[in-house]
């Protein structure tokens, strides 16, 4: 056999061994969309009313689907959050929990998703352990917490004493499992007003926190909603 042909067919098997892993994905993405396309056309069959529909959608991606197929229905996907969305209906939605359906009027409601989080609101000040000594950090903390004791502004503290740059008087807004584990719980267990420390060994994080709001609860919902004049 001719040796290039040989070199020929083994550039081929190569290639198809390269691009497998590419036809994989695609028949997945395929697969997935044919999924939906067919979700779509058995759950939402002619004739079957709304409340129908909707009692057969239970995640965000087969709210899409239908909105996708139902375009002439004008259909909305509503994101709305606590203390931010306020009208009536709002906060009759924001009462509901995930998969509760419900018509006020001609409009038709079922919540998709539903999540809660707290945020978190507070000042620090923050030490490289990398740079300075444990008794050098126990120093500076005394100093500070002094200070600050005495009345001393604590966003002027930060300014003068934090080694991370924060250009902010430090200040720090976050939501739970957003920050490492001992920052979180810490500020977690104080009050508003509060000004204590925390450390972070293992990475030499060392702070002088000041916790200046109470914790905020916040609800978001995902809705999927329809006008249905009769």
Known sequence: MPRNYNIFNTQ????????????????KNTILGLSLLLFS?????????VTDQFKKIDNVQQAQAWMD????????LLHLSAGKDSTLIDKRLLRQKKGDLFSVGYVTYKVIESTETVKYRANYIFLDGGSLTNSQIDSLRKIIL????????FDKLSDEYTMDGNTQHGA????????????????QEHANGDIFTVDVPNREWYYVVKKT??????????????????
């Open 213 to 230: 709001a109470n914790d905020q609860a916040t609800r978001m919902i995902t809705v999927l909603s329809i006008f249905t004049p009769h």
């Open 69 to 76: 197929a139902n375009k002439n229905l004008k259909p909305a």
């Open 12 to 27: 081929v098997k190569n290639r198809r061994k390269r691009f497998a892993h590419l036809n994989i994905e695609y028949m």
């Open 172 to 187: 720090l807004r976050f939501i739970a499992n957003m920050m490492v584990k001992e920052f979180e719980t810490a500020v």
């Open 41 to 49: 056309a058995s759950a939402f069959a002619q004739g079957a009313t």
């Open 146 to 153: 002094q200070k600050a004791t005495a009345g001393e502004s």
